[in-house]
């Protein structure tokens, strides 16, 4: 098979036939601070009313298609709180606070109940963070959910992903690996009682962005994503764009009581690789860890440390057992992978 007819992956044919030709193009719009490769593009913008100093608009586009991101089925309330809060969590990872967003949707038939349960549960996310619709586009076809939301972020502080330091220590907010567990037994992959599953399942139905999180986490951590895509995948992102490595200490991210009354295996592989989370991940250096844990109080909200950023090596991530132990090569592979929309 010739490399040209190689199956693409979701970051493979961006970085082909996108990432480089637009960043030619950002040497001409020196207002462009960052482009493609990060949670959000950030956009210089001129001194206003009620900002101080001068300030970045981030901005981050999110597509959702039934089937792919969820269920024929799912509850319309529930998918309008998701759709917007997938990207307000995008602002959350660049420590953006939000302005507004606008909206395309698809549907192949205007169902009139339905658009008034989707758009109370967008509408009650939007008025929690203060995050008004400016507009958008409607039409007719499968149903599909566009949300582009935008916000504003002083550029120097952005947690961006290109901004790890060696030394720094890996953080995650709150639990992880509920969402993968819930998604695991709708599709019969493993069993949950019904309790278990209606605890679980909120995760994966109603995220919730991070953003007074990330607000806070100004001048205080260094790099962030938010966990979409599968922890140790989202994190390669942040290892990769910052040219370090990282030391992850497997059984120490953070899990549900659910979660972590399965096995180690089930744990593993959910906390892991499940993704859809969007929790946050971030770096910090180790003389912020007392504000962390303060902040961590503050808001009520678990924060906890789960490895290093290291120097640059041949192993990106070295994934560390509950004993100390580098797990071996072979079972390190089946948790390094992430989601990918076209794999």
């Known amino acids: 098979m010739t490399d040209s007819a190689k199956p693409l992956g979701e970051f493979d044919l ?3 036939f996108f990432k480089n030709r637009a960043n030619q193009q950002l040497k001409n719009h020196p207002e462009i601070h960052l482009g493609i490769g990060d949670d959000c593009a950030l956009i ?3 001194k206003s009313l009620n900002t ?3 300030k970045d608009l981030a901005i981050s586009t999110d597509m959702l298609v039934e089937g792919r991101h969820f269920l024929p089925n799912a509850d319309p309330y529930l998918l309008g709180h998701k759709c917007l809060a997938v990207n307000l969590s995008d602002l959350a990872a660049m420590g953006a606070r939000p302005l507004g967003f606008t909206l395309a949707i698809a549907m192949p038939e205007v169902k009139a109940a339905w658009l008034e349960a989707f758009s109370n549960g ?3 996310l939007a008025n929690q963070h203060q995050c008004p619709l400016i507009g958008g586009d409607t039409t007719a076809g499968p149903l599909t959910i566009s949300i582009t939301v935008f916000g504003r972020v002083s550029g120097s502080e952005a ?3 290109h901004k790890a330091q060696v030394g720094d220590d890996i ?3 709150h639990q992880i690996g509920d969402a993968r567990l819930a998604l695991g037994s709708l599709r019969l992959e493993w069993p949950l009682s019904t309790e278990e599953f209606n605890v679980v399942s909120a995760r994966m139905h109603a995220p919730t962005p991070r953003v007074e999180l990330s607000q806070k986490l100004l001048g205080i951590a260094h790099a962030a994503i938010d966990i979409s895509d599968g922890l140790l995948g989202d994190l390669s992102h942040i ?4 040219k370090v490595s990282a030391e992850v200490l497997i059984d120490q991210v953070p899990g549900s009581d659910v979660l972590n009354s399965k096995s180690l295996e089930l744990q593993r592989l959910c906390k892991l690789s499940g993704g859809d989370d969007y929790e946050l991940c971030f770096t910090a250096s180790t003389e912020k860890s007392a504000a962390i844990n303060n902040l961590s109080k503050e808001l009520g909200l678990a924060l906890t440390k789960i490895g290093k950023i290291t120097s640059s090596s041949t192993q990106l ?3 560390i057992d509950g004993d100390g132990h580098p797990l071996p090569p072979n079972l390190s592979a089946q948790y390094l992978k992430s989601f990918d929309h076209f794999k």
Request: glycine share 8%; aromatic share 8%; charged share 20%.
């Open 239 to 242: 290892l990769l764009q910052s």
């Open 317 to 319: 991530i070295t994934l």
């Open 52 to 54: 101080s100093g001068l």
């Open 171 to 173: 953080w995650v907010s």
């Open 122 to 124: 967008l509408f009650d």
């Open 159 to 161: 947690l961006a992903r």
């Open 44 to 46: 210089g913008l001129e």
């Open 14 to 16: 961006i970085e082909r």
